[in-house]
């Protein structure tokens, strides 16, 4: 295939493939082969899944045959965007949901073909579209929400929020002041030591819960009005008193480390830091729902899927895979070996953290209520760079407006060169 637009996908590193799985055997001589790439090489939980649906899905049936490479993360974007200029991509590759459709619209993947009574089961943030088609699925999904020891809040007197009751802006400030007044440095740990997408999946959700957005939903066409509107200039004031106020510190400790050691209160994090924090504090920590800052609560949505190369020869196979790997037991398989939220109800109960009852049973719920898709456009591999740029100079005391002005005038002009992505 010759792409007929460009991938605007940054590229990181050198592309290098680190581990081959699942090669022919005289059991699966003759088959179509069906080559897979995937990002996961250095989490091996999430190989021995993968490998475990392939093994499963080559002994189904005696036509195709599916083999899987892995590629460490910061290598897998060079890999997909040299094989994409060459005409050579596998046949399946898994997918981060943000950059999909900058993949469906250079024309290097197509739409899958999949029951509606299967797609209808998964959470809206699991399934990618485009142009109205569904192009990408996954396992799972992640959820933020505030990570918070129940002891601190308790002692201080804070109300502990509810899904039908979260925050307000006035009652987060509050507290948030109630315990730096208690003795806390630093209250929250809001997670700015992390870097690249983490910026939009965690912050843009509260610039959406002021009213902004990072471009216009409406025409696709533009960020002016959007990101540099009032509502997103009262969010970048906001977001930025609280580091100037002093309710969190502008360098945390990686990985919530300063919320495990008691050094703050509450982190703003996602799901996948739950665990350890269930094993460090016990019943002490609570998961509570995203304060709704004037337009209700919201959290990032799309994480990894799977989707099907343009090239492909054996699209049917492939699709066949696909569809074969979105069994509830693979989900429950992966959302075991991962602690991310499955993408179904029915994965969910085979999940002790996710089951009803379970401690980690209203992430899911906070997944389906709250998420937000981060802007469905092949601009969003620019939006995204701008984005984190920006913000991290307004966290660092940059002014707001200007700043915000400045992200509208490189996302737009990018938007124009490429006349509007089609939109």
Not at 116 to 126: H, I, R, V
Not at 193 to 204: F, I, L, T
Not at 323 to 332: G, M, N, P, R, T
Request: proline share 6%; hydrophobic share 40%.
């Amino acid at each position: 295939m010759r792409l007929r637009r460009r991938l605007t996908v940054v590229i990181a590193a050198a592309a290098l493939c680190l581990v081959a799985a699942c090669g022919s055997d005289d059991e699966t001589a003759g088959r179509t082969e069906i080559k897979m790439w995937s990002h996961s090489a250095g989490n091996p939980t999430e190989v021995e899944v993968i490998d475990k649906i392939i093994a499963e899905f080559n002994a189904s049936q005696s036509e195709y045959v599916v083999e899987a490479e892995y590629f460490p993360q910061r290598a897998y974007n060079d890999a997909i965007v040299a094989a994409a200029t060459a005409g050579d991509l596998p046949c399946l590759i898994d997918m981060d949901g943000p950059v999909m459709p900058n993949w469906a619209w250079a024309e290097a993947i197509v739409p899958l073909d999949l029951p509606t009574e299967l797609t209808d089961k998964f959470l809206p943030s699991a399934i990618g579209k485009w142009d109205g088609k569904i192009y990408s699925i996954g396992y799972w999904d992640a959820a933020l929400s505030i990570l918070a020891r129940k002891s601190a809040l308790d002692e201080a007197g804070i109300r502990i929020p509810t899904r039908a009751q979260p925050w307000t802006r006035d009652e987060f400030d509050q507290a948030l002041a109630t315990l730096k007044e208690g003795g806390y440095e630093y209250p929250i740990d809001m997670g700015v030591w992390d870097v690249g997408e983490w910026w939009a999946y965690a912050y843009s959700p509260l610039l959406q819960s002021f009213g902004g957005d990072l471009i216009d939903r409406d025409t696709y066409r533009q960020a002016e009005g959007a990101l540099n509107g009032p509502e997103a200039v009262a969010f970048g004031e906001w977001f930025q008193s609280l580091f100037t106020r002093g309710y969190a510190s502008r360098t945390p400790s990686i990985a919530n480390a300063d919320f495990i050691n008691g050094d703050v209160a509450m982190a703003w994090t996602g799901n996948w830091n739950a665990p350890a924090a269930i094993e460090a504090l016990k019943d002490d920590v609570v998961f509570l729902p995203p304060p709704d800052l004037g337009n209700g609560p919201k959290i990032g949505g799309a994480s990894w899927q799977w989707g099907i190369s343009a090239n492909c020869d054996d699209k049917q196979g492939a699709n066949d895979y696909i569809e074969f790997s979105l069994q509830d037991k693979y989900i429950a398989d992966f959302v075991d070996a991962t602690g991310n939220i499955p993408a179904t109800q029915e994965a969910a109960a085979q999940v002790e953290a996710y089951k009803p009852g379970g401690r980690l049973e209203e992430m899911v719920d906070f997944s389906r209520d709250y998420a937000v898709i981060r802007p469905p456009t092949p601009a969003y591999a620019v939006i995204t760079n701008v984005f984190e740029r920006t913000l991290k100079d307004i966290v660092n005391g940059a002014d707001v407006k200007s700043s915000l002005d400045r992200a509208v005038d490189q996302i737009d002009f990018n938007i124009k060169a490429n006349d509007g992505y089609g939109f």
